[in-house]
C-alpha cells in the first residue's frame, strides 16, 4: 500500500494500519488518508499507474472497502445547526 505514497498530487497522503481500538472500527485494517488542494489533483491521484497498480494488487485480498471524498468547508455547512447540538 506504501506505492501510494510514491504518486504525486496529494498535499498529504498516509498509509497505516487500523489499531482498532474503537469498536466499530474492528472490520477496517488498513487506512488510506490522502488531502488534495483541488478535484483535479484528486483526479489525476485516481489516474495515475500506481494508483492503479495498488487497486490490482489489493482489490484480491479485501473484503470490504470504505471510501469518502468531502470538502471541509462545505462538510460542516452541509452539517449545519445539527453538528452544534
Do not use: C
Given at each position: 500500500?506504501?506505492?501510494?505514497?510514491?504518486?504525486?498530487?496529494?498535499?498529504?497522503?498516509?498509509?497505516?494500519?487500523?489499531?482498532?481500538?474503537?469498536?466499530a472500527?474492528?472490520?477496517v485494517d488498513v487506512i488510506?488518508?490522502?488531502e488534495f488542494?483541488?478535484?483535479?489533483e484528486l483526479a489525476a491521484y485516481?489516474?495515475?499507474p500506481l494508483y492503479q497498480e495498488a487497486i490490482k494488487r489489493v482489490?484480491?485480498?479485501?473484503?470490504?472497502r470504505?471510501?469518502?471524498?468531502y470538502e471541509i468547508a462545505s462538510a460542516w455547512t452541509s452539517l449545519g445547526e445539527n453538528a452544534r447540538h
Open positions: 500500500m506504501h506505492l501510494l505514497t510514491k504518486i504525486p498530487h496529494a498535499r498529504r497522503l498516509e498509509v497505516a494500519q487500523n489499531r482498532k481500538s474503537d469498536p472500527s474492528k472490520e488510506v488518508h490522502g488542494g483541488t478535484d483535479a485516481k489516474a495515475h482489490r484480491p485480498l479485501r473484503e470490504l470504505f471510501a469518502a471524498d
